[in-house]
């Protein structure tokens, strides 16, 4: 049975910096494409970043370029999204999901088929 389990959320200063996990059990991380997305209060949630199954393809948000890097350890089946220069608008629930489609790295929702539970990170003074 295949899970996804965020952790590494928490409360920060803007500008500051936090790496959250992704484990995942029940199947071998390289199998799989992993996106990370986010959600904030009364709004939709959005695509943040996602590496393929290899972690040679990689992609980000415009809003995110250049302050989070997504990276894996498919040895310990655990992908990270460190995240720095943390903004107030960085605040949101942080999920992490997987595909079965090994190249698969992009924005589209539907094609990530398993979900995890999310964290929470508060970006604030």
């Known amino acids: 049975q295949l899970q996804l389990v965020e952790s590494g959320g928490g409360l920060v200063q803007p500008g500051g910096s936090l790496r959250l996990s992704c484990a995942v059990s029940g199947f071998t991380l390289d199998y799989y494409a992993i996106g990370w997305f986010r959600q904030a209060p009364g709004q939709e949630r959005e695509w943040v970043a996602c590496?393929?199954?290899?972690?040679?393809?990689?992609n980000y948000a415009d809003s995110v370029k250049g302050r989070f890097t997504i990276f894996r350890d498919n040895a310990k089946n655990t992908v990270y999204l460190q995240m720095n220069s943390l903004k107030p608008e960085d605040t949101g629930v942080y999920y992490c999901?997987?595909?079965?489609?090994?190249?698969?790295?992009?924005?589209?929702?539907?094609?990530?088929?398993?979900w995890g539970q999310g964290t929470q990170v508060t970006v604030s003074s």
């Open positions: 999901a997987a595909s079965t489609d090994r190249g698969w790295c992009g924005l589209v929702r539907r094609m990530y088929d398993y």
């Open positions: 590496t393929s199954s290899s972690g040679g393809n990689k």
